[in-house]
């Protein structure tokens, strides 16, 4: 009988200012870090797309949970970037991780990520979409994520499920396919809006 993997104590930032730092994994129901060999495609897409420049770059982390995501960015020379996450525990990690990187240009709020895209005013260039997968919620928060995007503007999503499909039709009809991969279990890409003439 096949075992689903455990989830790792820790991971570590890839590269930038604060590369190999650990990240601690907390225990919260649902919270799973996206996999090293994920995130080390996802940002070697990124570095290939912005030609290597975060300056200037604006990102929004609405499933932060460890941080891995959010904090790479901001390793890597992202000007803002806001980590969003609704457990508790969860957030004091990242508030004493922040602050033992001295990381100014991380903000971290707590709340529900759907409330966060409600009253969000700030556009931003990338947003980290990861929701936990046994929430489903991809197809109701994707939508809501178009308007909260700078021109040129991207989305990463992460699911269980393929992005491609009749059963997708619905939520990714609006939005064209930068980049997709799967590792093991996982489905993952970037995303853009179908009307912005993104390449």
Request: glycine residues 8%; positive net charge; contains cysteine.
């Amino acid at each position: 009988m096949s075992r689903r993997p455990a989830v790792p104590r820790q991971v570590r930032i890839i590269a930038g200012q604060w590369k190999r730092t650990p990240l601690p994994v907390p225990d919260v129901e649902g919270l799973r870090p996206t996999p090293d060999r994920v995130r080390e495609t996802v940002f070697n897409w990124l570095e290939h797309l912005q030609q290597r420049s975060w300056r200037g770059r604006c990102c929004l982390d609405l499933f932060a949970g460890t941080g891995a995501l959010g904090f790479e960015a901001a390793s890597r020379g992202a000007e803002r970037v806001l980590l969003v996450e609704s457990d508790a525990r969860a957030v004091q990690r990242l508030e004493a991780t922040r602050d033992k990187l001295s990381a100014s240009n991380v903000q971290i709020q707590r709340g529900d990520a759907a409330q966060v895209i409600t009253r969000q005013t700030q556009k931003f260039h990338l947003i980290f979409l990861d929701p936990p997968y046994s929430e489903q919620r991809l197809p109701a928060l994707l939508p809501r994520c178009r308007d909260l995007l700078e021109p040129g503007g991207l989305v990463y999503a992460e699911s269980d499920q393929p992005f491609t499909g009749p059963d997708t039709d619905d939520w990714m009809s609006a939005w064209k396919v930068v980049r997709l991969d799967k590792a093991g279990t996982v489905h993952f890409g970037l995303f853009a809006p179908d009307d912005t003439g993104f390449n």
